[in-house]
């Protein structure tokens, strides 16, 4: 199979973005950037993405969709609403994680990732160090945030992070972010670096 029948492949098979399978329709504003960055956390521990997914849902379901909604949020709801996504096993801490995360997001931000971006002068690596201030985002959360919010935020792009360029290695694709942007158009980035990963994870 060749690169290009290789691509359209994975775009068929795994080509859903986790913001979408999450409910979120990305578009450059305070909520849906703020429901991305939830589901980043929820991603964020030892669980299977589709009960993350489902967890992410859940929250979103209850109205818990921006960060003022979860800082007026009581923990012990938040705790239930992801026991119902049955995602047990983290779902105190990571209730407390949202709590604290809200409260900076809040603080230093006013609610609106944006002005993360603007503090970041729309630097990649200074976006991603800024992601990690909030509770329970480490390298890899802030990698799925960037993986998915280069589809609306331009100056993330190409972002690949580790697990999507082993898989396209695995696949005999390139393995540079500039090298896997050439195969697809630049609205379409999130959905490859999704399917990248999906396809590592499955094999």
Same mark, same amino acid.
């Given at each position: 199979m060749n690169t290009k029948d290789t691509t359209a492949a994975l775009l068929r098979d795994h080509g859903r973005s986790y913001a979408e399978e999450a409910g979120i329709t990305l578009r450059d504003k305070p909520s849906p950037l703020y429901q991305l960055l939830v589901l980043a956390v929820l991603c964020s521990t #030892?669980?299977?993405?589709?009960?993350? =997914?489902?967890?992410? $849902?859940?929250? *979103?379901?209850? #109205?818990?969709? /921006? &960060? $003022?909604?979860? &800082?007026? =949020?009581d923990w012990q709801t938040i705790v239930d609403t992801l026991g119902r996504a049955?995602?047990?096993r983290y779902d105190e801490s990571t209730a407390t994680a949202l709590l604290e995360g809200a409260d900076l997001i809040l603080r230093r931000w006013r609610g609106d990732l944006r002005r993360l971006r603007d503090e970041a002068d729309g630097d990649p690596e200074r976006v991603r160090e800024l992601l990690r201030d909030v509770p329970?985002?480490?390298?890899? %959360?802030? %990698?799925? *945030?960037? #993986?998915?919010?280069?589809?609306?935020?331009?100056?993330?792009?190409? *972002? *690949?992070?580790?697990?999507?360029?082993? &898989?396209?290695?695995?696949? %005999?694709?390139? /393995? =540079?972010?500039? %090298?896997?942007?050439?195969?697809?158009?630049?609205?379409?980035?999130?959905?490859? &670096?999704?399917a990248l990963v999906r396809s590592g994870l499955e094999h």
């Open positions: #030892r669980i299977k993405a589709d009960i993350a =997914t489902d967890a992410a $849902r859940e929250l *979103f379901r209850a #109205r818990l969709r /921006t &960060a $003022r909604a979860m &800082a007026e =949020t049955h995602y047990r329970r985002i480490g390298p890899v %959360g802030a %990698g799925i *945030f960037c #993986r998915e919010a280069q589809g609306v935020w331009p100056e993330l792009r190409p *972002f *690949f992070d580790d697990r999507a360029r082993e &898989a396209a290695s695995a696949l %005999g694709l390139p /393995t =540079t972010a500039k %090298g896997l942007a050439r195969l697809v158009p630049p609205d379409e980035l999130p959905r490859l &670096a999704a």
